[in-house]
């Protein structure tokens, strides 16, 4: 079945820090979705690549596709102490099954 | 609106106990899904719904059953509770699984 591999499992990083954490698909994905989950709390969308090659831009987070569709970055310039939580990537293989990593667990220290 | 809710928050359960997490929605969304956290282990799929009467298995599906009665709910049944299933579950709703995905708050299930 379709797998979703993301490293690093952690990630300690110093405040103003640049933060990446990848994922990789066994299979060709049709999207990919990244999420953010801080302590405590739930998953929370942060945004969605559909197109190969693409590249998004949130303020400090950089997002991209691969070209063959089956990896995904997510780059954090100058890390805060509001970064902190766990972030994951999810993807679809065309099924309606969305696949979740195991997520990127970032602390800074201030 | 309420989004999406979760009852219970927290939950007890002793080996061989059954119980029903209830997921409850006022987004009218078509596909609601259940996952399980484990430390270390993600968000792993349990079940999923396109729609009401429509069910499917995810990655993770044993000792789980669920049912779409209606758009607003989908509840999570636990036959026969074992100490592997201590978790934490969230329900999920969206427009399908390739869009946003919307959690409830969660619920913290032991199981001893």
């Known amino acids: 079945g379709q797998q979703v591999m993301q490293i690093p499992q952690y990630q300690h990083v110093q405040e103003g820090e640049d933060f990446t954490t990848y994922c990789n698909s066994s299979t060709t994905l049709s999207n990919i979705q990244w999420y953010k989950q801080r302590p405590g709390g739930h998953p929370v969308f942060l945004i969605q690549l559909v197109k190969s090659g693409e590249v998004k831009k949130q303020k400090r987070l950089t997002f991209q596709f691969g070209e063959a569709k089956k990896n995904s970055s997510l780059h954090i310039t100058a890390t805060q102490t509001t970064d902190v939580g766990t972030y994951f990537c999810?993807?679809?293989?065309?099924?309606?099954?969305?696949?979740f990593g195991k997520g990127t667990k970032l602390t800074v220290n201030p | 609106n309420a989004g999406v809710t979760q009852t219970p928050k927290f939950q007890v359960l002793k080996t061989g106990q059954s119980m029903t997490l209830q997921c409850a929605q006022d987004m009218n969304h078509e596909y609601m899904s259940w996952y399980r956290q484990d430390p270390g282990m993600g968000l792993r799929l349990i079940h999923y719904?396109?729609?009401?009467?429509?069910?499917d298995q995810g990655e993770v599906p044993n000792g789980y059953n669920v049912s779409r009665s209606t758009t607003e709910d989908f509840p999570l049944r636990l036959l026969s509770a074992a100490p592997s299933q201590t978790s934490v579950y969230f329900c999920a709703v969206s427009s399908g699984s390739a869009y946003e995905q919307y959690f409830g708050p969660g619920t913290r299930l032991t199981v001893t």
């Open positions: 999810a993807g679809t293989g065309g099924s309606e099954k969305l696949v």
């Open positions: 719904s396109v729609g009401a009467g429509i069910t």
